[in-house]
């Protein structure tokens, strides 16, 4: 079955460490996305791509970064500039028929807690 | 820019009750508007999506959603609450991408629906 794999599931880190978050789709879809989730704040935007090789920042990158070597992968490193990173992030992907037809697909998430 | 204001962040009705959750958006240009469910420590689940055809939306589990522009609006409502219906709710709106949306979503701050016997 199609669809978007986060991983791990659960993730600590340690105050200075930088971590990554694995996100993998098999649905041939363009464009990814980042998103975190904090309690009472909704999920906003930390980084997107579009395509393979490009991505932009979202709302709020600082602290984070991405790549976008291979269309299927769109991992999210969590660097030790992130003053605040104890969150619950979530993978996303859209296909190119756009949002309208096809929305996007989540991944079941990733909740980081810094130790 | 666009955003999203979901009114009450904790909703409470009785099973079999009426469920009303709010969703109002800002947007310069008519948006698509959605509704998405999230059960605890999982992804999100697209309930149903408004794209500028008809006004009343029907979605999966019961759930059906009116765009109203003269309100800004896009409640979302299910005639009888399950049990199962408990869960966190997000509406988020996207502006068409010839406008420069981009096909980025914007989510609003959620409502925890709590379902009781």
Redesign the interface.
Same mark, same amino acid.
């Given at each position: 079955d199609g669809g978007i794999t986060q991983s791990p599931k659960y993730l600590f880190r340690k105050e200075g460490q930088n971590v990554t978050l694995s996100c993998e789709q098999n649905l041939n879809h363009d464009a990814m996305y980042w998103y975190r989730q904090d309690p009472g704040q909704g999920l906003r935007l930390i980084y997107y791509s579009q395509i393979v090789n490009d991505f932009q920042k979202g709302d709020i990158a600082e602290g984070y970064s991405v790549s976008r070597e291979k269309k299927e992968s769109f991992p999210l490193t969590v660097t030790s500039a992130q003053k605040n990173p104890t969150a619950f992030y979530l993978c996303a992907s859209r296909g190119s028929s756009g949002i309208e037809r096809s929305g996007y697909t989540f991944g079941s998430g990733t909740r980081l807690t810094v130790v | 820019a666009q955003s999203v204001t979901q009114l009450g &962040?904790h909703v409470s009705v009785s099973e079999g009750a009426l469920v009303l959750l709010r969703c109002n958006y800002s947007s310069s240009v008519p948006p @698509?508007l =959605?509704w @998405?469910v999230q059960y605890p420590?999982?992804? #999100?689940? #697209?309930l149903l999506?408004y $794209? &500028?055809a008809a006004t009343l939306v029907k979605g999966i589990n019961g759930f059906e959603a009116e765009f109203k522009k003269s309100e800004t609006s896009f409640h979302l409502t299910k005639p009888s609450a399950h049990m199962s219906d408990a869960a966190e709710y =997000?509406c988020a709106v996207?502006e068409?991408?010839l406008t420069g949306g %981009?096909?980025? #979503? $914007? =989510? %609003? $701050? %959620?409502t925890q629906l709590k379902v009781e016997l």
């Open positions: - | &962040s @698509y =959605f @998405y420590n999982q992804g #999100l689940q #697209l999506k $794209t &500028s =997000f996207s068409p991408v %981009g096909n980025k #979503l $914007t =989510f %609003g $701050t %959620g």
